[in-house]
């Protein structure tokens, strides 16, 4: 059986210590889809961790990792990751996995994202400049080396063939910035990546099911960012959906069980792209200030505003969520008053749904105001000494979603988490 965890939002839903605390439950922690554009950030032994590549179940002894044939994979990055993570104690050459179907992100990926971004000008993505859209690009036009690849006597002809390839598009962009010191990192990378297990994922993850192991499929970025279903053409360039989890990991859709989906209390995004409930003011800056609300991979400041059940709505019906995970609800305590987003004007006419290209729009959220309930909260472990206005507001977003949130994060700690 397998369960999920994902992102409902724009991304940054706290994915990472929910994994984490969750893991003990589970055999195997499986990363389905995404690259380093993601960080997941988590407590291990009380220091701050931010994983980019590595799942979030990689702390737990004895819990088998690995970073599904969907995943994109930096070796550069990864191998940074991997000296943290060894730091700890943890043996990698025990519980990390890796698909050989799995795409590389190659020096020149990251020079073309860079390129792209560039020449986009006001009209920016936003991209986390890891290389994401063009090592995709690169997976669906059939041009890619992935990690497999790394076994075949070949691989650097058909590595030079394909940067030959990418300078010719670096070339028509204009960009001649020196990645030599890239490259050289890379080649090392490669050589520590060649000594891990590589394995044939699918046949790796359909064993661990058959043996009766239960799986945990973690999500990267967010529903709102998926490529497909989010605010296209600003999103991410995979299926960060729970259809990802079939296609990135190589399990049939019935061997999904729980979809977990997890959302803040509040909502951020991060880069550009539309954002209805956005606040950019005073009250913006407040949740970002309390909330510390700055990118884990990039630093740069996220946007922040009120949750938006019109969008949280939508994630739920594409993922099928089963169970809601409430985060950062303490971050709320300090406010008198909450808004909700219960629909969208647009142009006078009031709609649940997210229209096509929500950018274009003349959009206006309409609010349900709620009472703040004004306590610190982030000591509480039981759900009976919440604050009753914390629990009328989760009452009304089960209600409005027609699924329950089950559990609610009141601070970044692993304990920091209340059942319901
Ligand atoms: P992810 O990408 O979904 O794993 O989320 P990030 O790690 O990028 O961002 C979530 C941030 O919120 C991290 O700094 C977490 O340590 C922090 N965090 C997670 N849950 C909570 C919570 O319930 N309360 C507070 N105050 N912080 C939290
Ligand atoms: P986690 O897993 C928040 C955003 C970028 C940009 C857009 C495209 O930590 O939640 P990309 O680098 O994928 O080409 O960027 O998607 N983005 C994220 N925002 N959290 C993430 O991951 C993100 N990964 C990508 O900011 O707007
Ligand atoms: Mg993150």
């Not at 992100?105 to 971004?117: F, G, N, Q, S």
């Not at 990690?147 to 204009?174: E, P, S, W």
């Not at 993922?319 to 629909?343: H, P, R, W, Y």
């Not at 709620?370 to 919440?386: A, H, I, Q, Y």
Request: aromatic share 10%; with cysteine; charged share 25%.
């Amino acid at each position: 059986m397998v369960d999920v965890i994902l992102g409902l939002q724009w991304g940054d839903e706290g994915k990472g210590k929910i994994v984490d605390y969750f893991a003990k439950d589970y055999d195997v922690v499986a990363r389905f889809q995404g690259g380093p554009n993601a960080g997941h950030t988590l407590y291990v032994q009380d220091k701050k961790v931010v994983l980019h590549q590595i799942p979030s179940g990689v702390f737990h002894a004895n819990k088998l990792n690995l970073i599904g044939n969907g995943v994109v994979l930096d070796p550069v990055t990864l191998r940074k990751e991997c000296a943290t993570v060894s730091s700890f104690g943890i043996d990698l050459k025990k519980n990390l996995f890796i698909s050989e179907r799995t795409h590389l992100i190659l020096p020149t990926h990251r020079a073309l994202d860079k390129a792209a971004e560039l020449a986009k000008g006001n009209d920016k993505i936003g991209s986390t400049l890891k290389g994401i859209g063009p090592t995709y690009m690169d997976k669906t036009g059939r041009n890619g080396l992935r990690v497999g690849d790394l076994l075949d006597k070949n691989f650097t002809t058909q590595y030079i063939k394909l940067r030959l390839k990418h300078q010719k598009l670096l070339d028509n962009f204009q960009f001649n910035e020196d990645i030599s010191s890239w490259e050289e990192e890379f080649f090392e990378a490669l050589e520590f990546l060649r000594e891990l297990n590589i394995v044939n994922g699918e046949y790796f993850i359909n064993e661990q099911l058959a043996n009766g192991k239960r799986v945990l499929a973690e999500g990267a970025q967010g529903s709102m960012l998926d490529i497909d279903f989010g605010t296209f053409p600003f999103v991410t360039s995979s299926n960060t959906v729970s259809a990802g989890v079939c296609s990135g990991l190589g399990v049939a859709p019935q061997k999904i069980r729980d979809v977990f989906g997890v959302t803040k209390a509040y909502c951020t995004r991060v880069g550009s792209g539309p954002f209805p409930t956005e606040l950019e003011d005073e009250t913006g800056e407040r949740l970002r200030k309390i909330g510390n609300e700055f990118g884990a991979t990039t630093g740069r400041p996220r946007r922040c505003g009120w949750i938006d059940l019109v969008a949280l709505n939508f994630a739920c019906m594409i993922n099928g969520v089963t169970k809601i995970v409430m985060t950062k609800a303490d971050v709320l305590d300090a406010f008198e008053e909450l808004q909700v987003c219960t629909s969208y004007d647009l142009n006078g006419k009031q709609s649940k749904q997210i229209p096509f290209r929500l950018e274009k729009q003349k959009l206006t959220p309409v609010y349900e105001q709620f009472k703040g309930w004004n306590t610190p909260t982030s000591e509480v472990r039981d759900f009976g000494s919440l604050p009753q206005t914390m629990k009328e507001y989760v009452a009304f977003i089960n209600q409005y979603l027609g699924v329950d949130v089950h559990f609610i994060s009141n601070g970044p700690g692993r304990d920091q988490l209340i059942a319901i």
